[in-house]
């Protein structure tokens, strides 16, 4: 379906290159200041222009149709909606012919028998991600607000991804380097976001089908072109000894939570039984690398019936996971904002 | 919540030392042959005995209460119970002074305020797994039915999972010697499981939340001890250039899909856009060490406010992963029956 | 929650007096012709300007913003938006002091701690009824031809609601009558609706939960100002005996189904057990008269703590039943559209 | 399907005439004094023996398999069975050939077939309303202490459903004799059960789909044999002015709520907008008359192909509308420990 979560509830719609793209957040308690200009540092974030991705800049203003009244949610559905103002007409029908490789072109043709919105990938496109930062906004919102309260403002909420691989490279100083050469090649690169939340209280998750993991890897492997998510150790913690990976308990506690008993090392990323356990959260998400290339491939022309050369054309993200570490933040807060409501 | 699914909706019942642990789903289609006979392969794949599991053994016969009338399923939902057989009385207290590192005890502690049953691992307890293992062989049989019956015989559904590396180690002929040697430590080891699914039609899933990666990472991460969920390429894509990782297209197809034009490699693991491509679906899933180990660990008694040693008594896995891949396929199956059951 | 529904899925959004309200859909498949005229018909059935209803007019023009490409449903979310174009500046606030009777703002009140948009009833709007209605078209077209395609064409489906009664008159020809003696005085009357479904299937629905009627009566009771649902013989089943209800099987079938065994009554209204039995649907709707009256009622003044008198302000419906046959008929086919998705 | 609610969620499972029958109840929080004796009062109200019931009577005792430990609710799923006790080897494939009118036999039939179990309606049985009164006694527990919580002890909860009309018939000194009448004649009365509920706080529900009356429709339609259900004045309201129908405010409150400004007069049953006001919840349910009656009906059998005249043997209800009030009350209440546990 196209809904998330249980009180807080998120629903998007749209397609690349139609008229508006948004959301609908179901859920929100009435009495948040909310304005259209909060939304401008994490839609920042997702933009592109930097090194790496591509030049062409949409203008991204978040416009609110409904659930704020003088400044504040009113407790009814919010619904945000952005133009799509960078479209352009092309013949895509190009598209259903040859899939581009990787794209969702092939499986959306069987799965809607053509009906699917092909220009700009339709509703499958990363645009969407678009909404989904500006529902991270108001759940980030919901968090720092409600942990803040219940804590009389100890403890503060703080959601932090950065990405820290680059086709493999860990050392920030060589990516610049990698995405050049990649560029020259008229190849992609894909990379891996390490995700933080600090704040969150021990208890929320269910054993089981909605386990903390559970909820946050459903929410992160819709973000398009994720290929892996793991906590703590991850697949690290397939190779080590219990005796290694095990967080036993001290009444130290990590950074931030002096006093306070939990465990004193942070294998397990903040969660054990699928219920958090005071820690912070921390996890991993992989991201492939770009499916548009410049470079030539060999696929199948269905229309032609045979092998055909193509190079998808187009101003393409070199690596678009370049512009992810907002959007993580923003699947991380949905859940969560969800869980805390719940709890 | 305790259910998972939209269409075949599988909820779990019990804890380890309670009187029966069981299983209700919902939405099974009526006149599917099923006795309880059906259950034996599958569980006693999960069924410990071998090197590296625990020599703890339990009965393990599925009764069916519900929704079967004459050998068939009736439509009405169907309740599958586990009597609890090897329970011990123990006291079981100290878990809630001393929580054993890894475990729920103390997370669970905070969420139910002292109630929750202590024994065995309560409801958190990978006992649980048993019902699911219950429910996956429904999943199968309805899946492999639903295949054959839509491919004229054509195609058949089959879903493997095997343990592909112990403590790190992929040479399987290495493994008696890694588990004899944690054992003398008394200490634990971890593994990976790789899963391949074949025959899964293309066009199963939605774009963003409910993609196939979503479903099935979300039921993944439901299994007790899981710390990495990947698909195809997994991690290492985000270290492949997109002309490496990208699945072009031939009309050749892979194995038993001749004639038929598919992705030629399977980078993406059978899914693009968040939708099945016809590929065979396969992704890997990293299990943590065994988290009760009989070696001392220095951890915090809540009792006696100061730190203690703690060993954890009983018999347990060394490797419980060896027992997980049964688990992981029944996982697989109960997202992918609800998948095309929506399809 | 602002969702209904498990297949086809239906949310609303939007406030009285904000910019624009609207409708999401998902779950539509793809393939289906559609546009923005094909609103127009029941659109105008739920438009005012009759005698009995406000003089107020909206343009209520429905604009696609979303899941339609080149004329046909894409299969991603539907959204259909409204303008709202006939909105005063008033003075609201006083809606917070003095409640109106009937009315939802003491309520509202309550639940959002005065944080709701007051402006014309807000989110709890009779006039979010319009994109519910923009909902029933595309339920009403899914019906139409997932019917007409499963019966070779033999069979259509026909939902009619019509107005029955108003202010206990069923006399049709006195109706104006008692509508201008009501505006005389001030004063508002009720209506009650019968609605009639031919053409739906024998066994949609379930035992217990997602009876027929349990979904039709969730639906219809999310109707503002409902206050009765009755299926068939309705409440004077209570009166009658088991053998003057019970409806027998015979041969001969009705209207349109000869040849078909059927219940030759209908006293069940279509359902046994929660599921259809091929025997078209009948139920009734009781509305309550409009709310708001120009008449002098004694009411409480929260700012002034004491009792004042109270005229509500502008131009009403008298009976706002005239204008719900439509919203009847949208509930109905929302419900039956899921309902025969999931058969 | 099988699971009703969002928090606080109760599936139901079995057959009439399987080994046992259950509830599976989800969202229950930890600490809740329960044991099976609890149970006993309401199960009693619901059991036959009666005056105008059936003189089959079974144990109906309660058997808490999982989520209760020492004396208290542990949070995890909790499971409560009944064992059927009282079952006969019968010919049940009668009904498949010649369906009883009125009964589930012909649409189960459709639905399922031909694999439902036909032994005493299977799971569309009354008897499966046996658990449901065990969730209701559940149900009553939180909603007492939620709200004795909440409101220092000042509110007390109370949930009184009674039979206020049989066969028509109001005068409750008049009812014995047309019980026997009926019994005489071969033939079934059905009834009118009136539940008010007490103590709700104003604030529960939503808008639109999740109104109070949407959701306890839902639940009160899952009733087997309910034709009708109405709030406040209900289907009266559709014949009286606005000026009659609102409920103006005044600080004298009603009978408990004193000092508090709530509606002076209840004719909208305690809801307004789809939200409690404050006033007592009051609703009416219509049961059918019993549709097994010994009585000679003429109906088709489908084996021989033509009509043929049956008698429904065996002891049945000659009104099973007297067993249902303590029904009506499970249900309000799942409903609203459903609501409360949102608000």
Not at 87 to 115: C, E, M
């Amino acid at each position: 379906m196209n809904t998330f979560g249980r009180i807080f509830r998120v629903s998007i719609f749209g397609e690349s290159h139609g008229e508006e793209i948004g959301v609908v957040i179901d859920g929100v308690e009435p009495g948040i200041d909310l304005q259209e200009s909060d939304f401008a540092r994490d839609i920042d974030r997702r933009r592109s222009g930097a090194k790496g991705t591509t030049p062409r800049i949409e203008a991204d203003e978040p416009h609110i149709l409904s659930g704020v009244f003088e400044g504040h949610t009113t407790g009814a559905p919010l619904t945000i909606v952005f133009k799509n103002t960078n479209t352009r007409s092309q013949d895509y029908s190009k598209l259903i012919d040859v899939p581009r490789p990787g794209h969702a072109d092939f499986t959306a043709n069987v799965k809607y028998g053509g009906f699917q919105d092909p220009r700009g990938g339709g509703h499958f496109s990363g645009r969407l991600t678009l909404p989904l930062v500006a529902a991270g906004v108001v759940a980030k919102k919901i968090l720092a607000e409600t942990i803040s309260e219940e804590t009389n403002g100890h403890v503060q909420f703080r959601c932090n991804a950065r990405l820290v691989e680059i086709g493999g490279i860990a050392d920030e100083t060589r990516w610049e380097a990698a995405l050049d050469a990649a560029q020259k090649e008229g190849d992609s690169l894909g990379g891996i976001v390490e995700c933080t939340v600090d704040g969150i209280p021990a208890g929320l998750g269910e054993p089981f089908w909605d386990s903390v993991e559970s909820r946050l890897s459903h929410a992160l492997f819709a973000i398009p072109g994720v290929r892996g998510v793991e906590f703590g150790d991850g697949f690290a913690a397939a190779r080590m000894k219990g005796s290694e990976h095990n967080d036993c308990f001290t009444p130290d506690g990590i950074d931030g939570h002096e006093g306070l008993v939990t465990p004193a090392t942070n294998h397990a990323g903040g969660i054990n039984g699928g219920i958090t356990n005071g820690n912070p959260l921390v996890f991993r998400v992989a991201f492939k690398p770009t499916s548009s290339i410049a470079k030539a491939q060999r696929t199948f022309d269905f229309a032609a019936g045979e092998m055909t050369e193509l190079r998808v054309p187009g101003r393409h993200d070199i690596c678009f996971a370049l512009r992810t570490p907002v959007v993580v933040e923003a699947m991380a807060a949905i859940v969560l904002a969800d869980l805390i409501d719940l709890a």
